[in-house]
């Protein structure tokens, strides 16, 4: 009950001002204030979902079969330069021009060359999302390296820590919290990369659904594509948020 009750507490005005949008958006449709065509009215929304919404989880199945190894392989790649370039000055001057060079350009735009080179559809809607995930990740890892109080590694040298001990105990507990801010940040990006490949180079996903009514001008289950992809991403970021708030309960909220 006590849990019911901060939910409210925290949550009111985003719960108003989610209700204000649907009633806005059911006044304009029902009056007849916005197109027909582009705007349907909620019930036929409703009525997409009911009848759809299988078919909306199995894509959500697919889109996570891609989305969370090129995460995971993106993440992984990241803490491996990341870590050497946060913890060595000259390796990490000689090498951030480049890292930075290439971090600019943006997955979407590589993404003809991707679907090109690649030998699946899928192995390229793979690659964006790997490629994408670095970079935040990456650039957090290497500030939260260079940022620690360095009074943690004098200790560190005073105590006699040294080597993997010292990196597992010292610099990465210390660096989570830039660290976790970067996955976050990728995650949400890397959603929206996953999404814009599939609406173009797949035959499955959240992305394709959308994109299919789309062109069949049902524009009813392009709403209740957009919603539900709405809703699967929140969930996912509050369990990926309650997850890193676990981690780094040491912090201050």
């Known amino acids: 009950m006590e849990k019911i009750k901060n939910f409210f507490k925290d949550y009111t005005v985003t719960i108003f ?26 019930g036929e929304i409703k009525e997409s979902f009911q009848q759809f919404w299988p078919k909306m989880f199995m894509n959500m199945l697919y889109s996570f079969e891609l989305l969370f190894p090129g995460l995971f392989a993106g993440v992984f790649v990241a803490l491996l330069i990341g870590i050497p370039m946060g913890l060595n000055r000259r390796f990490r001057r000689a090498f951030h021009p480049i890292i930075y060079s290439v971090s600019v350009i943006p997955a979407i735009l590589i993404s003809p060359f991707a ?13 964006l999302v790997f490629y ?29 820590i040294t080597g993997i001990k010292r990196l ?3 610099i990465l507990p210390a660096a989570m919290p830039s660290i976790a801010s970067g996955f976050i940040t990728s995650m949400r990006s890397s959603f929206l990369v996953l999404v814009y490949a599939e609406m173009y180079g797949t035959e499955y996903g959240m992305g394709y659904f959308v994109k299919w009514n789309s062109d069949l001008g049902r524009f009813e289950s392009v709403w209740s594509g957009f919603i539900f992809m709405v809703v699967v991403l929140v ?19």
Request: proline share 2%; net charge positive.
């Open 168 to 170: 597992r105990k010292i």
């Open 132 to 160: 994408n995930t670095i970079w935040a990740t990456l650039f957090a890892t290497i500030n939260g390296i260079m940022t620690i109080d360095k009074r943690y590694l004098d200790n560190a040298a005073t105590l006699q």
């Open 235 to 253: 969930i996912v970021m509050q369990i990926v948020e309650k997850i890193k708030d676990r981690i780094l309960k040491w912090t201050i909220d």
């Open 17 to 42: 001002v989610f209700l204000g949008l649907f009633f806005a958006y059911k006044y304009g449709t029902d009056n007849e204030l916005l197109d027909k065509f582009l705007f349907p009215k909620t």
């Open 115 to 127: 679907i090109h080179l690649a030998p699946s559809f899928r192995a390229a809607s793979l690659f």
